[in-house]
């Protein structure tokens, strides 16, 4: 493990069980290093069903609720950070490849020295067909990974 303070933390939130413990170990790392917060989700627009991705036409509507639901969740895990005591906090929405925006894009334009992402997310069957993205995120990173073990792995 490097010897040095991290200043920007990125911490990849997907909505699944491991959310609440990449948020906590995120904050604690953050407020360990008096580093600044970036809450991060990725939205896709193709859908997996039944083991097969499928690409969806995705009207504007739909969207635009699908942003609004995500930057209200943002939001208050935004909040629970600020009642951790850590108030320099940031949220993020994109649309993607979760593995590049986390790994590649996301750090680059946000000079990030830390991920901090779950072990959760997918289920067995996507995992096969997709790839987890814990894993490509591990292998691939610009930058330090923090991968932080929920208690429902398969």
């Known amino acids: 493990m490097k010897d040095m303070q991290y200043q920007n933390i990125v911490a990849a939130i997907d909505g699944?069980?491991?959310?609440?413990?990449?948020?906590?170990?995120?904050?604690?790392?953050?407020?360990?290093?008096?580093?600044?917060l970036d809450l991060l989700t990725i939205e896709q627009v193709g859908q997996i069903t039944d083991?097969?991705?499928?690409?969806?036409?995705?009207?504007?509507?739909?969207t635009y609720s699908l942003v609004e639901a995500t930057k209200e969740r943002l939001e208050d895990l935004k909040m629970r950070a600020w009642k951790m005591g850590l108030l320099d906090v940031s949220i993020h929405i994109r649309f993607g490849n979760p593995k590049r925006v986390i790994a590649e894009d996301f750090p680059k334009d946000h000079h990030n020295d830390l991920i901090v992402i779950g072990t959760t997310g997918l289920s067995s069957v996507e995992r096969f067909v997709?790839?987890?993205?814990?894993?490509?995120?591990?292998?691939?990173?610009?930058?330090d990974v923090l991968v932080v073990r929920t208690e429902d792995n398969n």
Not at 19 to 35: D, F
Not at 51 to 62: K, L
């Open 16 to 36: 699944s069980k491991a959310t609440i413990p990449v948020l906590t170990a995120a904050v604690k790392s953050a407020l360990q290093n008096h580093a600044h």
């Open 51 to 62: 083991g097969y991705i499928t690409d969806t036409t995705v009207s504007s509507e739909q």
């Open 130 to 143: 997709l790839g987890s993205v814990t894993n490509y995120v591990n292998r691939n990173a610009l930058c």
